[in-house]
């Protein structure tokens, strides 16, 4: 009887492994999926700060996507500060070039952030020697424009009160604009050339009954070349000369 005794523990011995094996095969195999989702699905972000307080703030929906896939851009402009901050308006500290984005309505003159995605892995160095050449274009005016001048965040908030200037019988008047949220979020199939030239700023037009105008809020631009395998930047900037630029990587 003892030797059939050991007959069933080995055989029990051999069945143990077997099932320890496949268990931490199973086990390698969940790990590996949930290694490739969290590298496929995890944001990526990216925060400046200036000396009046206000963040330009930039996030992708992925760090990786595929040939095909769209990717979703959020931007927005937040005052982490407790208490409401008044910041003027500036039209002239801009430090890298992109396409417009409708943060609010665009017959305010000019919107207060640009972004562009080109291919390659680039530094803010870079991009200023790429900009020598380059003079910053005011999009377009409407039939009735007026001008930011003043912009009120509310506190820990991206929500703003602007305050602006209109034509009024030849000469100009202060105006309250309204409330908005500086916060825009669409997706983009594809990048652009840099820098960006007053001509190629025309992608980002909508049209609309006597002409184009931006869209408020921001949808996804037209007219980019579609992606390819490589490393590709998010340039964002504002025109107080923030900047933000984030990698990620298109895969075949």
Request: hydrophobic letters at 40%; glycine letters at 8%; one cysteine or more.
């Amino acid at each position: 009887m003892s030797p059939k005794r050991t007959g069933l523990s080995g055989r029990a011995t051999i069945i143990g492994v077997v099932i320890a094996v496949l268990v931490i095969a199973i086990f390698s195999v969940v790990l590996l999926n949930y290694s490739d989702v969290r590298s496929i699905s995890t944001s990526s972000s990216s925060t400046t700060s200036i000396s009046n307080g206000v963040e330009l703030r930039s996030t992708l929906n992925a760090t990786a996507i595929t040939t095909g896939e769209r990717l979703l851009i959020s931007i927005s402009l937040f005052n982490p500060l407790s208490t409401i901050n008044n910041v003027n308006a500036s039209d002239d500290s801009w430090t890298v070039q992109g396409f417009p984005v409708a943060i609010w309505p665009s017959c305010t003159l000019s919107l207060p952030i640009e972004f562009t995605i080109i291919n390659g892995n680039y530094s803010f160095e870079q991009l200023q020697a790429m900009n020598e050449n380059y003079t910053h274009a005011t999009p377009f005016a409407c039939a009735d424009s007026y001008s930011v001048q003043k912009i009120a965040f509310q506190p820990d908030s991206d929500q703003v009160n602007l305050t602006g200037i209109v034509g009024v019988n030849g000469g100009t008047s202060d105006r309250q604009l309204g409330s908005y949220t500086l916060a825009a979020n669409f997706t983009v199939s594809g990048y652009w050339w840099y820098p960006v030239t007053a001509a190629d700023q025309g992608d980002l037009d909508t049209p609309v009954p006597g002409g184009s105008t931006f869209q408020y809020p921001e949808i996804s631009p037209t007219g980019s070349t579609p992606f390819v395998p490589g490393v590709y930047t998010l340039i964002v900037g504002d025109e107080w000369g923030q900047v933000s630029l984030t990698q990620f990587t298109v895969e075949g």
